[in-house]
């Protein structure tokens, strides 16, 4: 059998293929200059900062559908227009190592965090002897590199912890919820729940839902008797609850921002998608439970950005920044399409908001992905799918039909284990051609910023 060869892109095959993708995104599609973002993002080089966006679930049947919807079927979204894109499988595994087809979002985050595979629901820890293993956050902490996580979801839910903790299973959020893992207690010797972990870690930036974990009481350790934000404070931590509380915050020492107890409320609302369709709508743009003091994707993306480059002003590294839009994926659980195109558009925000950044800095590596594949399908409008369907009006005034169809109606929708885009422009960027693995990325990551 002859021996696997590594993939490894010369510079030669990166032109080409880059040049191909340049040629082509047309003019009318709103292409800016990509033959000149492809050319920077050939010459590598090592990257100052790196900017890793991730839509939760936003597989490209998610993307075309925020597309069709928002700017038109031959319209572009902010994420369409990095000069280079591949693609990259997401598998989890078992415990012997062998394929699990369909990942959760806890292992697919641990593959790029780590650059190992894990099995479902295990953060940043090895699948068969439950080991932690260092993560990309960490290693660019140790760089001397200011880092950042931001999410719409929970701090403490799986896609932001998979940077900063190291746990058997998701679940364990905060000191009150570590029934499934009793080895990382600290009651037990181990380094505790998420929440905790992770502002152990001094993260310099960490923004998201999730207050209900950090009011959680500390049960053991120096911290007993302290609330998880108590103990950030004791670490330092200025803690922000709204966007006016964000925006004027100082840079100097890390900040926490808890703007929902749970999730952050959704951006747009609409009628989830039903057993034998729904009547067309157009999405609801306000969603009336939403609190108006909740700071944007994009907006705490900025402020993030903001602090950590405050941070290492006068430092030869810069930053490591992780975004998440997280209810892609649980709009799409719900099979909801309004939600799901809402926070779409919302993470294609916070896209533009890290490609403006990058086009001042070009030393700034860009990424954009998603951790798995997810359910929603566009469908015939005649089509008469046994699952949930929902026929959308969009901005182009045309009927779009969604299906969801991966459980039973009543239930929720489950991930696919498809591949999924990854696109990217900055120093090293050519290494997301083709098709690679999740863990790919970590790799990538870990060269651009020259870690060890």
């Given at each position: ?204 930036v960490l923004f998201g839902g999730g207050k209900q974990r950090f009011d959680q009481k500390v049960t053991d350790g120096r911290y007993k008797g302290l609330t998880v934000t108590g103990q950030a404070q ?219």
């Open positions: 059998m002859p021996r696997p060869v590594r993939r490894h892109l010369t510079i030669a095959a990166a032109v080409v293929a880059a040049t191909t993708a340049a040629v082509a995104v047309t003019t009318a599609a709103g292409a800016s200059d990509t033959k000149g973002q492809a050319q920077q993002a050939i010459k590598g080089g090592k990257a100052k900062n790196v900017i890793l966006l991730i839509g939760d679930g936003m597989g490209d049947s998610e993307i075309t559908l925020a597309r069709d919807y928002t700017v038109g079927a031959d319209g572009r979204l902010n994420m369409d227009r990095f000069p280079l894109t591949g693609a990259y499988t997401t598998y989890a595994v078992h415990k012997d190592g062998t394929p699990d087809y369909v990942t959760d979002s806890a292992a697919s985050g641990s593959g790029w965090a780590t650059g190992q595979k894990t099995v479902n629901g295990r953060i940043s820890k090895t699948p068969g002897t439950d080991k932690a293993v260092p993560t990309i956050l960490e290693l660019a902490q140790k760089g001397g590199y200011a880092t950042g996580s931001v999410t719409t979801a929970e701090l403490t839910d799986a896609t932001p912890a998979v940077l900063a903790s190291h746990v058997t299973d998701r679940s364990c959020q905060g000191p009150a919820d570590m029934a499934k893992c009793p080895t990382d207690a600290l009651a037990n010797g181990g380094p505790g729940s998420i929440a905790e972990q992770s502002v152990n870690h001094k993260v310099d004791k670490l330092g931590y200025q803690v922000v609850t709204d966007d006016a509380s964000m925006k004027a915050v100082k840079p100097g020492k890390p900040v926490l921002g808890l703007f929902a107890p749970g999730n952050v409320p959704t951006e747009w609302t609409g009628k989830p998608a039903a057993k034998g369709g729904t009547d067309p709508q157009r999405c609801v743009t306000s969603n009336p439970d939403r609190p108006g003091a909740t700071p944007s994707l994009a907006d705490s993306a900025t402020k993030a950005i903001q602090l950590l480059e405050a941070k290492q002003k006068h430092a030869k590294k810069g930053f490591f920044l992780q975004i998440e839009g997280a209810s892609i994926d649980k709009q799409d659980h719900a099979a909801d399409p309004c939600g799901q195109i809402g926070e779409t558009a919302a993470f294609d925000r916070a896209v533009k908001v890290a490609r403006d950044y990058a086009a001042k800095h070009p030393d700034t590596l860009v990424v954009t992905t998603a951790d798995h594949g997810h359910a929603s399908q566009i469908v015939p409008l005649d089509a008469a799918p046994p699952g949930l369907t929902s026929t959308l009006v969009t901005d182009e005034g045309q009927p779009l039909k969604v299906s969801y169809g991966t459980n039973a109606p009543g239930e929720s929708q489950e991930h696919t284990g498809t591949e999924v885009r990854i696109a990217a422009q900055g120093p090293k960027a050519y290494r997301v051609l083709g098709v690679t693995n999740q863990t790919d990325l970590f790799r990538t990551l870990r060269e651009a910023m020259n870690l060890r």
